[in-house]
């Protein structure tokens, strides 16, 4: 492993050059995105994320001068140097004094066999769930499969789900059962849940790296006693995706326990058995396995040092450069792809838990921007309801696209001499085209659009498992290296935890603050 620094943004010798670059893009009139973006700009800004998805770059504020200044800042603080020693062991969760190993559970032929044998005993337990050779309490087969859990436990995996979904009926893959998920405290997520199964046909994954989560138990207990009342055993209808450690490994109280390694943070465990089984049991581990395969590539290609040829890299840098030097604070996230419906909501969770950070890696507070707010729904829905801010809102918005070239199903129609599809990727070109030039009306205030907002295009032919993990990929990567280059620990989330502690005085009637007390006796508990 290299030796590694770790420098705050602001005390990095490119920092002071990167604000006289800022400060003179902004009052230079050829610096408008109006003016940058051209056609041979947009082919000459691409790079190759992984799984046939590539990142294009084109629409966002950049120079020859920008990109050089980047690729130094890169190197000073050693972000590639930093992911590789990451991937190879080097502790870098200093708040828990962890190691980062999510990119092993993707890795095949990695020499540790752990992730490995976990995805072995994964197969053998899908394969005999799709065989019959294990069935229900009432030796009925088992067509539903409910995963309990909460944040990464959660919102990876249904992403991943939904995304995969279509693509299986319209590739003709097998897909051998249907997904449900419990997250939710609030009783009614569980029991619309449960009440919308067939129990005696019903799977539960109870996911809880810690085997303590306060929501995921909560809910397994309810489960629990939703099969009892319907005369199952729970025994047979419940699995556990845990760490070694946790008390729910290897206990009599399920069919078969997974698990998952303490080095693995919630929200970068899609890739493990937290993804894994869930993926695995509806459309099978070969499908799987391609999603890993994808991500793979794509950690592969985030280990290049040269930043036109690392895009995970790239959109970290353009993302710092504008947040923490261009002022733009919020970034909307926009697939134009109806599958993708809940990534903006998984990368909310990636983003903003990791690098939503006040204090450096060393618990010292920093005085530069760091995560930027992440908001975002699918295309072309946001084009009728928070678009109209994007464009002429008063905050400053930059914006990642992502698309496919090719619908999953297939299934369209040509209507006054265009495909749906046509007109879905026809919306996406006009709104990036739209942000970054305006339209300028001196006449009318009210038609007048600054343009000036600054777009990622990620993209591929069609979203498939391959496609799909690359991208998962991308956005993990480019969030770690966006912690490199703030000096942040993108590995820890303290914020969690002071919630937690006074949700448990409450529910325990220990605490005395006049304000829970008061606030208690609205709801009169």
């Not at 490995?116 to 229900?136: N, P």
């Not at 995706?241 to 326990?257: C, H, I, R």
């Not at 006449?443 to 032919?461: A, C």
Request: charged fraction near 20%; charge should be negative.
């Amino acid at each position: 492993m290299t030796n590694m620094s770790f420098t705050n943004l602001s005390d990095t010798a490119i920092h002071q050059a990167l604000l006289r670059h800022a400060r003179t893009a902004n009052t230079h009139s050829g610096f408008h995105l109006g003016s940058l973006l051209t056609g041979d700009r947009v082919r000459g800004s691409e790079i190759p994320i992984g799984g046939g998805m590539r990142l294009n770059y084109a629409a966002n504020y950049f120079n020859t001068e920008t990109l050089q200044l980047l690729q130094e800042l890169a190197r000073a603080q050693q972000v590639v140097s930093k992911f590789v020693n990451l991937t190879n062991g080097a502790i870098m969760n200093t708040g828990e004094n962890r190691t980062v190993l999510h990119h092993r559970t993707r890795n095949r032929q990695h020499v540790d066999n752990f992730y490995q044998q976990q995805l072995q005993r994964i197969d053998k337990f899908v394969a005999k769930v799709h065989s019959q050779e294990i069935v229900g309490s009432t030796n009925q087969a088992f067509e539903e499969v409910v995963q309990i859990g909460i944040g990464g436990s959660h919102l990876g995996p249904e992403t991943l789900y939904l995304a995969l979904s279509d693509w299986a009926v319209g590739a003709k893959s097998p897909r051998h059962m249907e997904a449900k998920f419990i997250a939710n405290v609030d009783p009614d997520d569980a029991a619309s849940v449960i009440t919308s199964c067939n129990l005696a046909r019903t799977l539960f994954a109870v996911v809880s790296k810690s085997g303590t989560t306060d929501e995921t138990s909560a809910n397994e207990k309810i489960v629990r006693a939703a099969l009892e009342a319907a005369g199952l055993d729970p025994a047979k209808h419940i699995v556990a995706v845990t760490s070694e450690t946790s008390p729910m490994a290897k206990s009599s109280d399920y069919l078969d326990s997974f698990y998952i390694d303490d080095s693995i943070g919630g929200r970068f465990s899609s890739t493990s058995a937290v993804g894994g089984l869930l993926l695995s049991l509806c459309f099978g581990t070969e499908v799987f396995e391609r999603l890993l395969d994808g991500a793979h590539e794509a950690d592969q290609l985030a280990m290049r040092d040269c930043i036109t040829g690392n895009a995970a890299l790239m959109k970290a840098l353009l993302d710092v450069f504008s947040c923490s030097y261009l002022s733009y604070n919020t970034l909307a996230v926009l697939p134009y792809n109806k599958a993708l419906r809940r990534f903006p909501a998984h990368l909310q969770q990636l983003i903003m838990e990791s690098n939503g950070k006040s204090v450096n890696r060393y618990g010292e507070v920093i005085h530069y921007p760091t995560s930027p707010v992440v908001l975002g729904e699918e295309g072309t829905n946001y084009q009728h309801s928070f678009g109209q801010y994007i464009h002429q809102g008063t905050s400053k918005i930059f914006v990642d696209f992502i698309a496919f070239a090719k619908s999953q199903l297939g299934d369209d129609l040509e209507v006054n001499g265009s495909t749906n599809q046509e007109r879905l990727l026809g919306n996406l070109i006009a709104q990036i085209v739209a942000m970054a030039k305006g339209s300028e009306n001196t006449v009318d205030p009210n038609q007048h659009f600054p343009g000036g907002i600054p777009s990622s295009l990620i993209y591929g032919e069609q979203l498939n498992p391959e496609a799909l993990g690359a991208l998962l990929a991308f956005y993990e990567n480019a969030t770690t290296f966006t912690g490199f280059i703030l000096n942040l620990n993108s590995y820890d989330q303290p914020g969690v935890e002071l919630g937690k502690i006074l949700t448990k005085s409450i529910l325990n009637n220990t605490s005395e603050d006049p304000a829970i007390l008061a606030l208690r006796e609205l709801f009169d508990f």
